[in-house]
């Protein structure tokens, strides 16, 4: 099962303070608007998303690990329902360019992987990268604001994608 983040009351602060002793983070909640990011794919192509049509922004540490790779394998077993629901799905991570050109090839990803080695990416959404490697997170982000967020570090990776699409599209999508 998928834990979510339940959304901030509308007067309740939009973010939370994460991250390791001696380090100020803060994670977006809901309700908070959505950064300004860019970011290389896999393919080298600079990608600049404006999060106003529903998209999925789903963090993971690293290519070519176990459960990264389930969740990856998820996210792409379900991307043609995302896509049929007009749903944008990005994976970030701090792997480069190269390593994620050869795992999106390696396991047959079609949708953008985006590259954040500096944790740029990661650190506007609030997310800790003293590490090098990001805590497994998604947000769901429509309107310019962030709608949810998920933790799926609780949960089995395998499932997740689907428990996101089922809830975006409820959410966000006509007919759901």
Request: aromatic share 8%.
């Amino acid at each position: 099962m998928v834990v979510q983040i339940p959304p901030a009351s509308r007067t309740a602060a939009t973010q939370r303070s994460v991250g390791v002793p001696g380090q100020h983070r803060v994670m977006l909640e809901p309700g908070a608007p959505a950064p300004e990011i860019s970011a290389q794919n896999q393919f080298g192509d600079t990608v600049s998303p404006d999060f106003e049509e529903p998209t999925v922004v789903y963090f993971y540490p690293e290519d070519f690990t176990g459960g990264c790779t389930i969740e990856a394998r998820d996210f792409q077993e379900h991307l043609p329902q995302f896509r049929e629901g007009g749903i944008t799905v990005y994976g970030v991570s701090m792997d480069d360019v190269a390593t994620h050109e050869e795992f999106a090839e390696s396991e047959g990803l079609l949708y953008d992987l985006l590259a954040d080695p500096d944790g740029t990416v990661a650190e506007a959404f609030g997310l800790d990268t003293s590490s090098g490697r990001t805590d497994r997170r998604t947000f769901v982000l429509a309107d310019g604001e962030v709608k949810s967020v998920y933790d799926p570090d609780r949960s089995d990776p395998k499932g997740h994608a689907e428990d996101v699409l089922r809830d975006v599209r409820n959410e966000y999508v006509q007919g759901g």
